[in-house]
């Protein structure tokens, strides 16, 4: 797999669609998306702006897996477990 480094951009014609941004390691560190701007804080934080609006995203991790994330001070706490017919997936909700 090639690793990404450096602003990679998608465009249409001579347009730009997006534009990402990579670090040395290959993580993306920013996305602009038309009028959004997202900056990535390793896998765990992201802060999306659009005009004078701002979106926190948090993510949780236990034992390697994504068990929560809370955007903007709600969290929804992700949890799986194998039943009887394959992986069944559950989530809530929680202010604060």
């Known amino acids: 797999m090639m690793r990404r480094t ?3 951009q998608v ?5 730009v669609l997006a534009s ?4 040395a390691d290959g993580a993306r ?4 998306i038309g009028s959004s701007t997202t900056v990535y804080v390793g896998s765990l934080y992201e802060q999306t702006t659009t005009g004078s609006s701002t979106t926190i995203t ?8 994504r068990i929560a994330l809370r955007v ?23 202010k604060g």
Not at 58 to 65: I, L, V
Not at 73 to 86: E, M
Request: charged content about 15%.
């Open 72 to 94: 903007n001070g709600v969290v929804r706490w992700l949890t799986r477990s194998s039943g009887q017919h394959g992986a069944d997936v559950r989530c809530g909700w929680q």
């Open 6 to 8: 450096g602003v990679q």
């Open 58 to 65: 948090k993510y949780y991790q236990a034992g390697g897996q």
């Open 20 to 23: 990402y941004t990579y670090d």
């Open 29 to 32: 560190v920013k996305a602009v």
């Open 11 to 15: 465009k249409q014609g001579s347009t």
